[in-house]
């Protein structure tokens, strides 16, 4: 027996009662066309029935329980195969499996392999659940995980599992997983706000100094702009000022929440706030400097300038704050201010002449009386009398002196023509009249040792018994004495009491020298204690001088050698900062940004760990240490910025060659293919494109590559458009030979048929391009002599429409469905069973024999390339809606490269 009977044998005649296979069709002779090529020959009967039997079986599986049966009952192996390939009901294909083992090995092959990929299939579905469900727990254990270094790029890599598994999860799912990515986001958000706020405060920080350096500035300013102001104030300037005042208050405390101030700058700020103050009280009280100043530049009378004198030095007294920036109004209000003293120096230093000279007259005078040389105290007198016209008017106790001279004068005359007795009741009643006078103490003192000294003066030369007298003179000045006394002892018990107070400051400071540790001193402590036991020292006075030189000189001596100590402290904390100042000011030099600021970091931490300096270089040298790290800060700055303009300039670029390739992508035609050339010179500029963060290089990189799809989509068309454009005129040019050759068929006259040749020739000629092998076969029907047998041109076409209908899937006329189950049944003894659809090569070589078949009439030949056609239309669309097969992916710069290439 053949293998075309082994194959194709007739099924066994039913048993008598025994039914058909439900949809089975009794088998009928197929209807033989007079075009279709003659059958086989098999050599028998038998086997002549055998070939033709298949074909209504086949036909017969038309649902999936008649394919169950037939893949189990099956007459042939080759009808139980189409049948297993025809089940698809995976419960159906796990049955057969079980039945089938064992048995048709074919068949059975067929239905595991479908099992297999079933399973393999669902465990796939299973695996991409249970990744779903893994992923799930991972997204919500990272919501809960606290930030570190990997949060984010945890969070990214479990972002793009997800976006791989999104499109195979159910709804509630994937709001579960946005749910947790969302939260995650808002942590890595958080984090950020964070980060960004630390900055912020540590920002604060840094910046605490230059603050409360602006505010010392703002507040000199100030103080300059109130010295500074012309003519009369506005009135509403101490309110203004006091809101001022308050504001830079404000930021001083403000900077303090992040940085204490040291107590230099909290000292200078206090004094500055004050003196802005009192300043503006005293101009909204008195006027402008230059106000006060006229006072001085016109006359006026002493008194008056005295105190405005005093009102105008307390004003100016703040303008010590501003150093040599004092405005040219307070400096001319100054000089007026000391001219005007050194005017009433000199008239003081004439007139203090004038009072020495008379008081010296005045003690003559006195001595002379004393002495009983009346006459010569007469010419004292005189000769003061002629000094007090030319001088100056005498100071009042000048002027008392004078008096009591006079009176003695007078005493002296009354007690040489009278007796010295009433004189001496007058000084008694005087000497009485002081007990209880409550006067000033000092006064009080004066007063009555000059009621004695008049007593000791009368009583010289005096006649008589006067102890009596003196008795009571002299218990009168002892009574009023007592509260002389009193304030006198407690004068002295002050003294004293100061003096006991430097002696124990004294000890309290050797005690402190003696207590320090001077391998490892604390400087800072050392100069608050010189500068406050100082301070303390000169505020325990009065003491008695001879008693205390002697502490006087030993506190010298003590803070003589702690200041030395200190200023050796100094001069080295001074070294060390201008080396730190050197180094800074290297920095500069330094071509990483980065390392520069660590650097300058590391050196302003070394600076707050130097040891103090004095006031006068502290500010000198930090504003030079400053003024370096500040550079450095910069230059870092400036190089931050340099860099965010080269990202920005690259995603620019990279945006501008996406834009660029989605142009392209969006033309069609003839643009197309010229703009083609410029793809590979664009991926290259994109490739060489670098220093983008990540997120941006994605997301440009996706859009870059989209585009480029695209365009090579639009390319992949318009050769498709132009290969079927070459089909077209391939078709045309055989229309344009079947005409000649009919015309040579039907005898036509011979100019007609030179005509059709001349018009398929230059058809010919006008053409370019050709499929391959087409001009050729063309060329070869133009050069025949005879159209050929138009019955079997007719029966080639018919069949290669069927052929085409049967590779591409599409129904076939009632009249030649004869034609195609036979074309089936030779096709499937061909394949040995293995379908398959049509592809490129066959669709094209069909085609050629199209374009090489003889030719047929007109109206037949269209009703055939109608068909024709629409199955070629339809496998361009199957192949147009085919998935693009992706080449393997390459890795590293091979990839780069061959992309480059493109």
């Known amino acids: 027996m053949t293998l075309f009977s082994r194959l194709f044998r007739q099924s066994p005649s039913p048993q008598p009662g025994k039914e058909p296979v439900p949809g089975s069709k009794k088998e009928a002779a197929p209807v033989q066309d007079s075009a279709a090529p003659a059958a086989p020959d098999v050599g028998n009967d038998e086997a002549a029935a055998a070939a033709v039997t298949p074909a209504p079986v086949i036909e017969s599986i038309d649902d999936e329980a008649s394919a169950c049966r037939l893949a189990v009952e099956g007459s042939t192996t080759s009808v139980r195969q189409m049948a297993a390939e025809a089940v698809t009901d995976p419960a159906n294909i796990r049955q057969l499996v079980r039945e089938l083992r064992g048995k048709d090995k074919n068949v059975y092959r067929i239905l595991k392999g479908k099992a297999d990929a079933l399973l393999a299939q669902e465990r796939q579905v299973e695996k991409i659940q249970a990744d779903i469900v893994h992923l799930c727990a991972a997204l919500e254990r990272h919501s809960h995980w606290p930030y570190d270094a990997m949060y984010l790029p945890t969070l990214e890599h479990l972002e793009e599992q997800w976006q791989e598994l999104v499109a195979h999860a159910d709804a509630p799912t994937v709001q579960t997983a946005e749910t947790y990515l969302e939260l995650c986001r808002e942590a890595v958000a958080r984090e950020v706000r964070k980060q960004a706020s630390h900055a912020a405060h540590e920002a604060a920080i840094a910046g605490a100094d230059v603050q409360r350096q602006n505010v010392l500035q703002e507040l000199r300013k100030g103080l300059a702009e109130l010295y500074a102001i012309e003519g009369p104030a506005d009135p509403e300037l101490q309110a203004a000022m006091a809101k001022r005042l308050s504001h830079f208050a404000g930021r001083w405390e403000q900077a303090g929440q992040y940085k204490p101030a040291d107590s230099a700058d909290a000292a200078a700020y206090e004094a500055l706030h004050q003196a802005t103050?009192?300043?503006?009280?005293?101009?909204?009280?008195?006027?402008?400097?230059?106000?006060?100043?006229?006072?001085?530049?016109?006359?006026?009378?002493?008194?008056?300038?005295?105190?405005?004198?005093?009102?105008?030095?307390?004003?100016?007294?703040?303008?010590?704050?501003?150093?040599?920036?004092?405005?040219?109004?307070?400096?001319?209000?100054?000089?007026?201010?000391?001219?005007?003293?050194?005017?009433?120096?000199?008239e003081n230093a004439a007139a203090a002449h004038a009072v020495r000279q008379t008081g010296s007259l005045i003690a003559k005078a006195g001595a002379a009386l004393k002495s009983g040389a009346t006459a010569r105290a007469m010419g004292l007198r005189r000769a003061i009398e002629e000094k007090l016209g030319a001088a100056p008017p005498m100071p009042p106790h000048i002027l008392r002196q004078l008096e009591q001279l006079d009176a003695r004068l007078n005493e002296l005359r009354d007690w040489k023509d009278y007796a010295v007795a009433p004189k001496r009741v007058e000084l008694i009643a005087q000497m009485e009249a002081l007990v209880g006078a409550g006067d000033d103490p000092g006064e009080l003192a004066r007063r009555i040792k000059a009621l004695q000294e008049e007593w000791k003066t009368i009583s010289k030369g005096g006649a008589g018994d006067a102890q009596e007298e003196w008795e009571r003179f002299h218990a009168a000045s002892q009574e009023a004495f007592k509260p002389c006394r009193e304030y006198f002892e407690a004068q002295a018990k002050l003294r004293q009491e100061n003096l006991e107070k430097r002696r124990a400051l004294l000890a309290r400071l050797e005690a402190f020298e003696a207590a320090q540790d001077w391998e490892h001193p604390d400087w800072r402590e050392v100069a608050r204690a010189l500068r406050e036991s100082r301070r303390e020292w000169y505020s325990h006075t009065p003491t008695d001088r001879a008693a205390g030189r002697a502490l006087q000189e030993s506190f010298d001596a003590l803070t003589a050698r702690l200041q030395e100590k200190l200023d050796g402290e100094y001069a080295g904390n001074v070294k060390q900062k201008k080396s730190l100042i050197a180094r800074a000011q290297k920095l500069l030099a330094e071509e990483d940004g980065r390392k520069a600021v660590d650097d300058v970091k590391r050196l302003q931490q070394l600076w707050k760990e130097t040891g103090p300096v004095e006031r006068k270089d502290d500010r000198r040298l930090w504003e030079e240490f400053r003024g370096h790290c500040d550079a450095v800060f910069g230059k870092r700055q400036q190089q931050y910025a340099e860099h965010s303009a080269q990202i920005d300039a690259q995603r620019a670029r990279g945006a501008q060659i996406c834009e660029e390739v989605e142009k392209l992508a969006a033309l069609s035609g003839q643009q197309l293919q010229e703009s083609a050339q410029q793809l590979g010179q664009l991926r290259e500029e994109f490739v060489a494109i670098d220093t983008l963060p990540a997120a941006v290089e994605r997301e440009l990189r996706g859009r870059f590559e989209e585009g480029m799809e695209r365009c090579g989509q639009g390319l992949a068309r318009q050769r498709t458009e132009e290969e079927e454009q070459r089909w077209q005129r391939l078709l045309q040019a055989a229309n344009l030979a079947r005409a000649g050759e009919l015309a040579k068929a039907a005898g036509a006259d011979e100019t007609v048929r030179q005509t059709l040749q001349q018009d398929a020739e230059t058809f010919i000629a006008s053409v370019q391009h050709w499929p391959k092998g087409g001009l050729q076969i063309i060329q070869a029907r133009l050069a025949k002599d005879d159209a050929g047998d138009l019955a079997a041109n007719e029966a080639a076409l018919r069949m290669l429409c069927i052929r085409a209908e049967v590779a591409t899937d599409t129904p076939t006329p009632e009249a030649d469905q004869g034609l195609r189950r036979q074309y089936q049944v030779q096709r499937l003894v061909e394949v040995m069973g293995q379908g398959g659809g049509a592809d490129a090569a066959e669709i094209s070589a069909m085609t050629l024999e199209w374009v090489g078949a003889g030719p047929v009439s007109d109206e037949l030949y269209t009703q055939l390339l109608e068909r024709f056609e629409r199955c070629r239309a339809k496998w361009r669309e199957q192949s147009q809606a085919a998935p693009p097969q992706r080449p393997a992916k390459r890795s590293g710069r091979r990839r780069e490269r061959s992309a480059a290439r493109v």
């Open 277 to 346: 103050d009192n300043l503006c009280g005293l101009i909204a009280q008195h006027g402008t400097v230059s106000q006060q100043a006229e006072a001085f530049r016109e006359p006026a009378a002493d008194a008056e300038l005295a105190a405005q004198a005093q009102t105008l030095r307390s004003t100016l007294k703040a303008s010590a704050h501003l150093g040599d920036s004092v405005p040219s109004a307070a400096s001319e209000a100054a000089a007026a201010l000391q001219a005007w003293e050194q005017s009433r120096a000199e």
